[in-house]
């Protein structure tokens, strides 16, 4: 990660038609941070991440039959 926030800026732009749901991505000292129980999944940060480092997970079949 360098730190560009590209993920963040991405990550808002989805939410954006729901601003009850902040961005799941917060960057600290050139570090981004998923928060993955407010991620929805969309990929949109791995599509704009000028250096392939976010790498997406499957949540769990057990949390999402839980949502």
């Known amino acids: 990660c360098i730190g560009c926030k590209l993920c963040v800026k991405a990550c808002t732009k989805v939410h954006e038609d729901n601003p009850a749901v902040e961005c799941s991505i917060t960057v600290d000292s050139f570090l981004a941070t998923i928060d993955y129980?407010?991620?929805?999944?969309?990929?949109?940060?791995?599509?704009?991440?000028?250096?392939?480092?976010i790498e997406p997970i499957e949540k769990s079949k057990k949390y999402q039959k839980n949502c």
């Open 37 to 53: 129980d407010t991620c929805i999944n969309c990929m949109e940060c791995v599509a704009v991440c000028p250096v392939p480092v």
